[in-house]
């Protein structure tokens, strides 16, 4: 198989990569894609560093033998975790989100920012050190959010309490943030939610957040990228959108009925695989 018609594969711990999945399809719409899931093991969030490796070297393994010529790693919790061991491991090419959506935060955010995410990725303190690399002076928030990827994962609509819950985070920003990175590739699949906490909280003179970054398009960007550096888009036409998206989960209907949300329409393959 030529290079160029290989697929992309991205992976993460859900269903939250799906957010730089759609960013790609947009940017690269004649490219081949495969998407894995590990709904079944899903929050990496509370899981230990090892543990992480260990599944996501799983997921690596299977969407190499499926011939992908990249890996895109759509989880903010492996990306602190295991992103610099599986580039040693692999010999592929390996993005992951942490740097895109830093680069982003240093466009943006000059003073003052607010985090949302897992509970690993706060405590690994890798978006700490990584945006401080090139602001020293800047100010950050992190505010760990253990209940909202479980939440979106299993029907976000479905749970009466969201609001409540989503409000309990969102009242942890620093009320002098100018900007809130979502840290999370779960979490801007309830952006329209986000935004309307964030509007009720900024009437009440809670927070002064003017900009929302999320790092799915600047890691989709960041492969159109490479791959116009090295020669290797996919020019067929005839292969236009063809998606495979494949989940470790035991409910297959569940996964379907989440991604016909979350996918917008978008025509996809769905398979069920066991990575034990």
């Given at each position: 198989?030529?290079?160029n ?6 992976f993460?711990?859900?269903f939250g990569?799906?957010?730089i999945?759609?960013?790609?399809l947009k940017?690269m719409?004649?490219e ?5 899931g590990d709904?079944?093991?899903?929050p990496?969030?509370?899981?230990s ?12 393994d299977?969407?190499?033998n499926k011939?992908?010529k ?10 602190a975790s295991?992103?610099?061991?599986l580039?040693e ?7 992951e ?5 830093c680069?982003?935060?240093?466009k943006?955010?000059k003073?003052?920012?607010?985090i ?5 990725t ?14 020293k002076e ?5 505010i760990?959010?253990k209940k909202?990827c479980?939440?979106?994962e299993n ?8 609001f409540e819950i989503l409000n309990n ?8 943030s100018?900007?809130?990175?979502l ?14 906490v ?5 009437n009440e003179?809670?927070n002064?957040?003017k900009?929302?970054?999320e790092?799915?398009?600047?890691t989709?960007?960041?492969v ?14 005839k292969?236009?959108?063809?998606l ?13 009925n989440l ?11 769905l398979?069920?695989?066991n990575l034990d």
């Amino acid at each position: 198989m030529n290079i160029n018609s290989k697929p992309i594969g991205i992976f993460d711990s859900g269903f939250g990569g799906i957010t730089i999945l759609r960013e790609l399809l947009k940017l690269m719409p004649n490219e081949n894609y495969i998407y894995l899931g590990d709904n079944k093991n899903i929050p990496y969030g509370d899981k230990s560093k090892k543990e992480i490796i260990k599944l996501s070297s799983k997921m690596a393994d299977f969407l190499i033998n499926k011939n992908c010529k990249i890996l895109v790693i759509g989880c903010n919790t492996i990306s602190a975790s295991a992103s610099e061991i599986l580039k040693e491991k692999y010999n592929i090419p390996i993005i992951e989100v942490i740097s895109n959506a830093c680069a982003e935060v240093n466009k943006i955010s000059k003073n003052n920012i607010s985090i949302m995410a897992t509970d690993f990725t706060i405590k690994s303190k890798i978006y700490l050190k990584k945006i401080k690399e090139n602001n020293k002076e800047i100010k950050i928030t992190q505010i760990v959010c253990k209940k909202l990827c479980p939440m979106i994962e299993n029907g976000w609509e479905s749970f009466e309490d969201r609001f409540e819950i989503l409000n309990n985070y969102i009242k942890k920003i620093n009320s002098n943030s100018d900007s809130l990175l979502l840290a999370c590739t779960h979490y801007p699949l309830i952006i329209k939610d986000i935004k309307k906490v964030l509007k009720e909280n900024k009437n009440e003179n809670r927070n002064n957040i003017k900009k929302i970054i999320e790092p799915s398009r600047p890691t989709a960007l960041s492969v159109k990228k490479y791959w116009k550096e090295n020669n290797l888009l996919n020019n067929n036409l005839k292969n236009k959108n063809r998606l495979t998206i494949y989940t470790t989960s035991s409910d297959k209907n569940k996964s379907k009925n989440l991604l016909n949300i979350f996918l917008n329409n978008e025509k996809y393959k769905l398979e069920r695989v066991n990575l034990d």
